[in-house]
């Protein structure tokens, strides 16, 4: 167990590896509780909620989801999201856990529009079923239509009784659903699901889990790859910047460097020589000379078996095929760079 984010977390329940394959193969269960929520309400719920991130909402229908960033006049992440339409006037968002409280104050304070805000994480508890046998499994308890339920769409219904918002949204790359119900509700529900994936092979997951199915699945984290220091031009976040959609925090500075071109980028890396690369370590473009970039997550890839890791770099050297060397306890590592995601589930 350890802290995060102000929450007590299992690392592990019986073994990273075995946890990450069974998602990847199977099915594994995460409570992600510690996932913040702010709900945005009323006729000016929208125009809040496209003045503060940078994705277009108003695209949303009633029932569907999309990835989202919160930003800074200087066009950096103040955090990343999910953004949920649950009405046409009600705004369902999903926070990094530590940044809730800060999100919360930063949207009150551009909230001069009046919108209805409510920092509401005490009211939901969040299970995650991740992996090619969710579906499966989760079709056994309930008779919300998950067949149709397409992917960043969510519906409402009862599992097990449970009365429950179904979200087929998830942070490992695999057929996901994330199931958000009242709190007092939550340790009957994870006994529920734990006892019904019996027969399909299913294994509680912790966080160690969820970060190397994240890295593999080419997700970028908050505090890593994405922070107030990084703009989601550098990393990679382009499709979700809807420089069109109007003005929005951040807009200006965005188009800038859109039009000036960005000076560093991120990219996927791939040890091609013994050594593993960790976050923080530094990267160089040839066998001499100074640093270049910096390793952000870095991690054996369970189900890849490669050593793999997100960096940035600088644009220029953003090629990939690239040969480049990480430095790892003092001696340089020889690696290249990769397109991302690493890992891309089967299509069936």
Known sequence: MVDFGGWDMPVEYGGLIREHMAVRTAVGLFDVSHMGEIEVRGPNALALVQKVTCNDASKLNVGQAHYNCLMYEHGTLADDLLTYRVADDHFFLVVNAANQDKDFEWMRENNSMSATLENN??????????????????????????????????????????????????????????????????????????????????????????????????????????????????????????????????????????????????????????????????????????????????????FLKKNIAFAYVPAPAAEMGRAVW????????????????FYKRPKK
């Not at 294994?203 to 199915?213: Q, S, V």
């Open 121 to 302: 994480g005490d009211r939901y508890s969040l299970l995650a079923l991740q992996g090619p046998k969710a579906a499966e499994m989760l079709g056994a308890l309930t008779s919300a239509p998950l067949g149709t339920l397409k992917y960043y769409w969510f519906t409402h219904g009862d599992v097990a009784g449970i009365p429950c918002r179904i979200a087929r949204t998830g942070y490992t790359g695999e057929d996901c659903f994330e199931l958000f119900c009242a709190p007092g509700a939550a340790e009957k529900l994870w006994d529920i699901l734990i006892d019904a994936g019996q027969p399909h092979g299913i294994l509680p997951c912790g966080l160690g889990a969820r970060n190397t199915l994240r890295l593999e699945a080419g997700m970028a984290l908050y505090g890593h790859e994405i922070d107030a220091s990084h703009t989601p031009l550098e990393a990679c976040l382009d499709r979700y910047v809807k420089l069109e959609k109007g003005d929005f925090i951040g807009r200006a500075a965005l188009e800038k460097q859109k039009n000036e071109g960005i000076t560093r980028k991120l990219v996927g890396l791939e040890m091609t020589g013994r050594g593993i690369a960790r976050d923080g370590y530094p990267v160089y473009l040839s066998e001499e000379g100074d640093a270049a970039g910096i390793i952000t997550s870095g991690s054996p890839a369970p």
């Open 326 to 341: 990480v430095g790892v306890r003092g001696q340089r590592v020889a690696a290249q760079l990769v397109a991302t995601p």
